[in-house]
């Protein structure tokens, strides 16, 4: 823009390449083919923790929000007690200090900081529902994790599925290209 007030653009054009593969991606930037990247989530640490790129990285805050759905309609999940029970073994503090390196923050809820209804803790109690009556299905077969084809989401998984897996729940991750996923979403056919 010729009229901008601060004067005209100190560049002729800028061309935005769209690569899928992460690891491609870096190392594009890192051979100087790239002149800004998105840090992919497992090269974080890369970066992160070399000091030639200390002071070169800008860290913004953003919306973006993982989480783990499950399926309520299906057995054993549908009962409440048991979805509280194993939510009790997932520890989102270790996955934001091992995966995500501490670039994260732990809701309770779908509500981030900063927005009028953020809850600072969870809403229910585990305890509260490990004597109760209600809990009379526990978990007797492996549980089916289904996921869309995502580096970074898949290192989440396996993680879940090592806590889970601690408190002896067995895990099987599934992982799907994004068309196959929405639709196995859609079916409800994942736990």
């Known amino acids: 823009n010729s009229f901008y007030f ?9 061309s935005f390449r769209i690569i899928k593969e992460t690891l491609f991606i870096s190392s594009e930037f890192r051979r100087g083919a790239l002149d800004i990247m998105e840090v992919p989530g497992p090269e974080s640490a890369y970066y992160l923790d070399n000091p030639d790129w200390q002071g070169q990285l800008q ?8 989480y783990l759905g499950f399926n309520c309609s299906r057995a054993p999940l549908n009962e409440i007690a048991t979805r509280v029970r194993l939510s009790s073994y997932i520890h989102p503090e270790n996955i934001i200090q091992s995966v995500r390196r501490g670039r994260s923050s732990a809701l309770y809820g779908p509500i981030p900081p900063g927005i009028e209804g953020h809850r600072e803790t969870a809403l229910l109690s585990p305890k509260a529902f490990f004597s109760s009556a209600s809990d009379r299905t526990w978990i007797n077969r492996p549980l089916i994790l289904i996921q869309s084809a995502n580096e970074e989401t898949l290192e989440l998984s396996e993680i879940l599925q090592y806590q889970l897996a601690q408190s002896g729940i067995p895990v099987k991750i599934i992982e799907l290209e994004w068309s196959a996923f929405k639709e196995r979403l859609r079916k409800g056919d994942f736990d």
């Open 59 to 66: 860290i913004q805050n953003n919306l973006s929000l993982y």
């Open 6 to 14: 601060l004067g005209e653009p100190k560049l002729d054009k800028i």
